[in-house]
DNA sequence: TTGATAATGAAAACCATTTTCAATAAGGAG
DNA sequence: CTCCTTATTGAAAATGGTTTTCATTATCAA
């Protein structure tokens, strides 16, 4: 069993690279499984990705692809979220792009997501500098945040009962 | 069945109007689960309240705590949290008075969760600034959010691998 | 008090995720 | 290129938090 810690998010290697680097071995799944990831829109589920690997990749089997994204989120190469619909989302961490980064709004009916880009600057400003703050009041080594918005989309708030 | 919906949180009637007013009977178990979310500590499992409640009233069923805490998460009085150990966890929305506004600081390797009140103001008044912008941007009627810190605390980074 | 029906507990079902385990394949050594 | 160690795999079974089912009980308006 390679290590699994001590791999955390950052560094300039690529991924199969960073995979060496922490003793993995990069197999046509994993390679698959980060294709996918690429490629497609934002917070698929475990099943979405098995489904959109094995169209390519029949041989690879769901267990894998959650094996998989458990080592890329350890890694920091994915991030995994819950919007509460019971089963868990992910997404590539952002590039080295800015662009890229966003927060979600989460219809809590339908469970619709939204990313949004608005108003990240500052949010991200704020954040490093509560994250600095947080670091040293309570001795903690944080490498991530999360934000997320909840109400209702426009569509479940025109359903719902007056 | 009574209706689940346009009950949403705010609002000056305690708990027992608040519930009438939405169809809801209140019962030993339902008053029981909220007393037990008023005295004890935050971020309760559903079996932790389960525990808590049954040394109290033995009557009280398992079921009957998801159920309650369903309610009352949709009515905005208990907030359900994610941290990642793969249960949920629950804790009544703040009252009136601001000083019980926190937001969560949590381990990723122990899943140990600290509340956090510095920086607090800052963040809200910002999150107020981009809900109004988000809400009209994506006609959303926003209720809520969600800010955590996901780091390693001191005991997991210090037994950490280097 | 009574009646309609909301709420309940126990047990079973659900279902995303993990674990088990024997078979396979990656990749460094030679 | 071949061998060998062992990380990785897929299939099936297990896990475990949460939901459903359903017959019984309790709430509360009339």
Chains 1, 2 share one sequence.
């Not at 560094?11 to 698959?32: I, L, S």
């Not at 979405?48 to 890694?75: A, F, Q, W």
């Not at 919007?83 to 997404?91: H, I, L, M």
């Amino acid at each position: 069993m390679p290590r699994m810690d001590g791999c955390g998010p950052g560094g300039p290697m690529g991924w199969r690279g960073r995979f060496k680097g922490c003793g993995y071995r990069m197999t046509t799944g994993r390679e698959a499984i980060l294709d996918i990831l690429t490629v497609s829109e934002k917070h698929l589920s475990a099943e979405d990705i098995y489904r959109k690997v094995t169209e390519k990749y029949p041989g690879v089997g769901l267990t894998s692809v959650y094996r998989t994204l458990e080592i890329l989120s350890n890694m920091g190469i994915v991030y995994k979220f819950d919007f509460g619909d019971g089963r868990a989302r992910y997404e590539l961490a952002e590039g080295s792009k800015k662009p890229d980064h966003h927060h979600h709004l989460v219809c809590t009916k339908c469970k619709r997501v939204i990313d949004y880009t608005e108003f990240i600057d500052e949010e991200v400003e704020l954040l490093k500098k509560t994250e600095k703050g947080l670091s040293k009041r309570y001795n903690f080594a944080i490498n991530n945040h999360l934000i997320q918005f909840y109400g209702l989309c426009g569509k479940c708030k025109a359903e719902s009962p007056k």
